[in-house]
């Protein structure tokens, strides 16, 4: 890690993307359905679409990137761009992190759209990381949406917020409702850090123990 800069680890789809909002309207079409048949309080897996008998989620994950250029056309979340560019300005790393990459056969068609789309609506970074294990690539705050990547960043012992949707209801704070909130809680761990009061929790040392 550079050691110089403060490193913000922001997850893409359903934090800075409107993900499960993109999606559902692909996935009325590819169900043949009306968009309101298909409810907007989700949980991880989307069980509530009824996708499970037409292929499951990876099928419908690869029509949406495939055939709908999905990660071209996600509208971004209110603020995220701007908020983006505004943590930069005062000299925040951003080190984008996703798991885009989880099915097979089409990275060439993930990664293009998503730089495209970075590009497209001026998001700032300065590492693009497709990983799964999020934690090995270390941040001093990282943002999350997934249920299970919130979990296993926090027991792995780095500071990680989590930016509410439905499926993360039940997951406990630090949470960011808006980017208002994410633009508070990261300027308040980057004013710690600057000042040395930053209690790392771990992020970048593996031995350290998981925080309670
Ligand atoms: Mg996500």
Same mark, same amino acid.
């Given at each position: /890690?550079?050691? $110089? ?14 993900? =499960?909002?993109?999606? *559902?309207?692909? +996935? ?8 309101? $048949? ?15 008998? =037409?292929? #499951? ?9 495939? !055939?709908?250029?999905?990660? &071209? ?11 983006? *560019?505004?943590?930069? +300005?005062?000299?925040? &790393?951003?080190?984008?992190i ?6 097979? =056969?089409?990275h !060439?068609e993930?990664?293009r !759209?998503?730089? %495209? ?13 497709? /990983? ?6 270390? +941040?001093?705050? =990282? ?8 979990? #296993?960043?926090r027991? !792995?012992?780095? &500071? ?10 039940a997951i406990? #704070? ?9 633009? &508070? ?5 980057? %004013?710690?850090w600057?000042? #040395? ?5 771990? +992020? ?9």
């Open positions: /890690m550079d050691e $110089s800069s403060f490193i913000f680890g922001v997850d893409l789809d359903g934090v800075v993307g409107d993900f =499960y909002g993109a999606l *559902r309207a692909v +996935a009325a079409e590819w169900l043949d359905r009306p968009l309101e $048949s298909l409810p907007t309080e989700v949980s991880f897996g989307l069980s509530e679409w009824g996708i499970e008998e =037409y292929g #499951g989620y990876d099928k419908l994950h690869r029509f949406a990137v495939t !055939q709908r250029d999905l990660f &071209r056309i996600l509208p971004p979340i209110k603020d995220a761009p701007a908020t983006l *560019r505004k943590l930069s +300005a005062r000299g925040i &790393r951003i080190r984008i996703t798991h885009r990459l989880f099915l097979k =056969y089409f !060439q993930s990664i !759209q998503t730089v %495209e789309w970075l590009d497209a609506h001026d998001i700032p970074y300065w590492d693009l990381c497709f /990983m799964k294990d999020k934690g090995a690539v270390g +941040a001093h705050v =990282y943002i999350d949406d997934s249920p299970g990547n919130v979990e #296993g960043l027991e !792995q012992g780095c &500071r990680t917020i989590v930016f509410s949707n439905s499926t993360n209801r406990s #704070g630090p949470r960011a409702d808006t980017w208002k909130d994410v633009e &508070r809680l990261v300027l308040e761990s980057f %004013e710690e600057r000042t #040395g009061t930053l209690d790392l929790f771990g +992020a970048n040392d593996y031995s350290a123990p998981p925080r309670i």
